[in-house]
């Protein structure tokens, strides 16, 4: 790592065990219950999921909204503006490297703070769509919160359960379904952000994984890509990696106490 980051020019590719320090849960690190994320296909094809899903939503994305990089986060930003960090790759969806002060930044699976119309391809706030959904449901977070909060998943899905009551709204141009600006399972990252992103690590130095066990291909080509060309890659993460026998060195560790330590 250290000879890695010496050199300078490095592209940080980086998962949720990246949020983790923020209060955001990962969906495959050794303590993370088993999760059954929506798939594009159940969104798009069942009323019902899609309503399930825009009620979890409205609940969960103004805690997303609310959480704040980590001290992970705020050192890759600095280490960018040291000129160690080229840019950085992120599955992430929560935004946190943009908070954090991360300039150039792919965000491979969207933003959690953009909702699209899947008819017209208008692009709303998710704020603009929270006052829409708050005037249809009065009162609904409030019936399905208890005193203890409730649990976030990584793509800003709040782990509850009675939604039955809640209403969806469409899209106010073209009546179109509305949809989170995040690629879901079964979901293919838009063309254009896929070659900007390898275009990104063809022009760096190494790859860094951080918080990412790479179980999906989204993020692993990118770790076969640099191999492939004969780039160094360093992955940390807390557990091994789909990844590892591409990488040059491993380290099984949080990502905000290995980056911290390079300031």
């Not at 080229?86 to 909702?115: C, E, F, P, W």
């Not at 009162?139 to 209403?167: K, L, M, N, Q």
């Not at 896929?194 to 918080?211: N, S």
């Amino acid at each position: 790592m250290d000879d890695v980051l010496s050199r300078g020019n490095v592209v940080a590719l980086t998962g949720a065990g990246m949020s983790t320090d923020s209060g955001i849960p990962d969906y495959r690190g050794p303590d993370s219950p088993p999760r059954n994320p929506m798939t594009f296909q159940q969104f798009i094809g069942d009323d019902e999921f899609r309503r399930h899903y825009w009620a979890r939503n409205h609940v969960g994305w103004r805690h997303m909204d609310a959480t704040r990089p980590n001290a992970g986060h705020r050192a890759l930003a600095e280490l960018e503006r040291r000129g160690v960090v080229s840019g950085v790759i992120t599955q992430n969806v929560d935004m946190l490297h943009t908070k954090a002060g991360s300039r150039t930044v792919i965000d491979l699976h969207g933003v959690y703070g953009r909702v699209r119309c899947l008819s017209c391809e208008t692009l709303i706030s998710r704020v603009a769509l929270d006052e829409r959904l708050t005037a249809a449901n009065p009162g609904f977070t409030e019936s399905v919160v208890g005193a203890d909060g409730v649990e976030i998943a990584p793509d800003a899905d709040a782990e509850i359960s009675s939604t039955a009551h809640f209403r969806m709204v469409d899209c106010d141009r073209c009546g179109g379904i509305l949809k989170p600006d995040i690629v879901y399972f079964g979901e293919s990252v838009p063309k254009p952000r896929v070659r900007a992103a390898y275009d990104m690590v063809d022009d760096a130095a190494a790859l860094v994984v951080l918080g990412s066990s790479l179980t999906v291909m989204s993020g692993l080509r990118f770790v076969r890509h640099a191999a492939k060309h004969d780039k160094p890659v360093v992955i940390v993460n807390r557990g091994t990696t789909r990844g590892d026998e591409f990488a040059d060195d491993t380290l099984h560790a949080g990502c905000s106490e290995v980056l911290t330590s390079y300031l």
